[in-house]
């Protein structure tokens, strides 16, 4: 197994409602802030390889999102001497504006997202908002132009590695072609979860997001998640700030997951 740290960069916070990331739960009364993550594992081999692209301003301008970033993408990389012709693969978790907006950032990189996926969104469903208004309809037309590119790779499986020990795990749910990525390091293996965990506390009560495609899915997802993991140390939430605590920060907007 090739050497490899895993870092979580965030683009910042904002207030969320609790039916977002809590389905069915009247009870819990706190307010809550979802964490904008996007990821990057540099491994000794393949190089900077990263889990979702996160957004710029020009994707919220376009959805009318109230939401300013103080720094993009490319400047949190940069804190970590990440060049973004240097990144070869861009794992896609799913679509949802918030983890790709279609920029065009990383010239020389292979994009990995789920059939699933790329066929909802390009499927019946889109013509209802309840669904549609998850994507930046640029976004998805610039992932069309990567796919006629041939610089898509259709991951069809329930599971499948993408370089050694980094494998893709279709967790669904949340959307059909979710995707968590376990990553086997030195100190075990760690699963990026995506949305299919977006808080610690949906793994430990077993509640799913409150945004999903079929919430069966979801919650067999979060017993997926549990069974492959020693512990919460392992799992990595897609939205809790919780992930800023338990890391030590490196840089401004980033921390080192190990």
Known sequence: MSSRTIYALTAGQKPVVI???????????????????????????????????????????????????KEGPLELLDRINVRPEDVRHVILSHLHWDHYAGDEFYPNARYHVHQKELEYVTGPLMRFTTYAQHYNFKAIEHLLHLHFSGRVHLVHDEREEICEGITCLRTGGHTPGLMSVAVETEGG???????????????????????????????QALETVSRMTRSADDILPGHDPAITERHPQVAPGVYRII
């Open 19 to 69: 039916p977002n990331h809590f389905y069915m739960r009247p009870d819990i009364k706190e307010s809550l802030c979802t964490q904008f993550f996007f990821w990057c594992i540099l491994d000794e081999k393949e190089g900077p390889i990263l889990v979702d692209q996160s957004f710029t301003q020009r994707c919220l301008d376009e959805m009318k999102i109230p939401y300013q970033v």
């Open 189 to 219: 293996t760690k699963i990026i979860c995506s949305d299919v965990v977006p808080r610690y506390r949906n793994i430990s009560e077993m509640t799913p997001c409150g945004i999903h495609y079929d919430v069966t899915e979801a919650l």
